[in-house]
């Protein structure tokens, strides 16, 4: 069992990062460790470079977040945690994968067309070749999970694609050189949706910080944003039903939910009948309560910076070591003469 997943260092981590992947991270820690696996968590910094940033913001938010990892339940004993930038096999192999990625696979990508929208001509070449970083980024550990919120659904599919088409053309049946890495999409919370508009996902890069929980936001900013979220003036239903096309309302209910370890059905039950005046607060309370810890954590580790960089230095070191047999094997399949 081979479990890799990327986070990039953008922002600050929010609700819809942790609910839709980093929880789910820290469960196929225990569970690679169980099956005598190993899981690899990296910070994407070199996909941080396709769209405008601040070169001192990306290293702050590259220790911050590898804070929040940490503070969210990842052990850099247990797992391989570090940075691209200090892995550069994965450019190496995106370059070698760009032999083998199609334009029109490219082009068909939503996030592609979400992001550089009228403009796609004035964007990055790195924005438009981001998935073949992405595949090279699962592909170079023969990643067998990649856990993942419903938003790169697209381009894990597209990963498996390019595996599939590599290994057709450049290896043998008995011997292909990537394994097609599977897309592990948990059943609730895959797509946490923006506190200002029901109609866009939970996101770091959205210009209104009030549109999302941060990790590292204190009791009153969450209990303030919650009470400020957009909702409709109808109470809860009791029944799931009743949800249909209330995206705000379907989301803060699905939060709770999820938070709360209960289902969506059971939340209706307490709630239902009841406004947004009451389920507001309640649900202010309990994502106090669930964050606090985190909080803490994160609060005690932001500061060692040495720490921090000492945890990322040692993840590199272990990462190289893992990536450097399947690039060679990549190399050696398309034919590339290295001495
Ligand atoms: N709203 C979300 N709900 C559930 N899962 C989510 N993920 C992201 N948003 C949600 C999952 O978090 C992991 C890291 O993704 P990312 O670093 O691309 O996070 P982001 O917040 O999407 O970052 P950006 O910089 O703001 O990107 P865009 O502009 O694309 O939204 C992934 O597993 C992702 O699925």
């Known amino acids: 069992m081979r479990v890799v997943s990327g986070i990039q260092p953008t922002g600050k981590p929010h609700l819809g990062n942790y609910l839709g992947a980093i929880r789910n991270y820290v469960a ?3 569970q690679a460790e169980a099956a005598g696996g190993v899981s690899l968590y990296f910070l994407a910094d070199l996909h941080a470079i396709s769209l405008a940033h601040d070169p001192a913001e990306l290293t702050a938010n590259t220790r911050e977040m590898v804070a929040t990892l940490v503070a969210c339940g990842l052990d850099p004993a247990r797992s391989v945690l570090f940075n691209q930038a200090q892995v550069p096999q994965h450019a190496e192999l995106q370059w070698l994968l760009s032999g083998t990625a199609r334009m029109g696979w490219l082009n068909r990508m939503t996030q592609w ?3 550089a929208g ?3 001509e004035g964007q990055s070449v790195a924005l438009f070749t981001y998935p073949v970083l992405q595949a090279a ?3 170079l550990y023969q990643a067998t999970h990649v856990p993942v919120g419903d938003d790169q659904k697209q381009h894990l599919e597209l990963a498996r694609d390019i595996a599939q088409k590599f290994n057709n053309d450049f290896c043998t049946d008995a011997a292909p050189v990537f ?3 599977e897309p592990i999409i948990p059943p609730e919370a895959a797509r946490i949706m923006s506190l200002r508009d029901g109609s866009a996902k939970m996101s770091k890069s959205d210009p209104s910080d009030m549109s999302r929980i941060n990790l590292t936001d204190d009791a009153d ?3 303030t944003k919650i009470k ?3 909702t409709d003036p109808e109470p809860l239903p009791s029944e ?3 949800l249909e096309g209330r995206a705000e309302a379907a989301n803060l209910a699905e939060i709770y939910a999820v938070l709360a370890g209960i289902s969506l059905a059971d939340v209706l039950r307490q709630f239902g009948g009841q406004g947004f005046g009451q389920f507001k607060p309640a649900l202010g309370e309990l994502l106090i309560e669930k964050l606090a810890p985190i909080n803490l954590r994160f609060n005690a580790l932001r500061q060692d910076t040495a720490a921090l960089d000492a945890i990322l230095r040692d993840g590199a070191a272990r990462a190289r070591a893992l990536a450097i047999p399947t690039l060679d094997a990549a190399y050696a399949a398309l034919g590339l003469l290295r001495g």
């Open 240 to 242: 799931a039903k009743g």
């Open 113 to 115: 067309k979400d992001k």
């Open 118 to 120: 009228k403009n796609r």
């Open 137 to 139: 980024d699962v592909m």
């Open 228 to 230: 400020k979220a957009r």
């Open 179 to 181: 394994t097609l890495p």
């Open 28 to 30: 196929f820690q225990d």
């Open 221 to 223: 900013t969450i209990m």
